[in-house]
């Protein structure tokens, strides 16, 4: 899966990608080896690990175990698209 799934995120979704990206800087700027980088750049795989913080950090339900890889992205579109909804409907 290309990182461009990840920019069309950041732009569908900019509250939560605002959270997504508290996380991710946390994640890649706690060593200089990661500092440098940011998360939509990175490809999906590498991305994964953080996107899966982020849920739980933020109780969001991804439950991977049960779902065929090629539906991930779906099902993570309809995460950032909930989640998108409560931060809006708080604030």
């Keep these: 899966m290309s990182n461009n799934f990840l920019k069309d995120l950041k732009i569908a979704f900019p509250k939560s990608w605002t959270e997504?990206?508290?996380v991710s800087d946390e994640v890649l700027k706690s060593s200089s080896a990661t500092s440098s980088?940011?998360?939509e750049e990175l490809p999906f795989d590498l991305a994964f690990g953080i996107l899966l913080r982020f849920f739980k950090e933020n109780e969001l339900e991804f439950d991977y175990d049960n779902l065929q890889p090629k539906d991930y992205p779906s099902e993570i579109y309809s995460i950032f698209a909930n989640f998108e909804n409560t931060i809006s409907h708080y604030s």
């Design 20 to 22: 997504l990206s508290l």
């Design 37 to 39: 980088l940011v998360v």
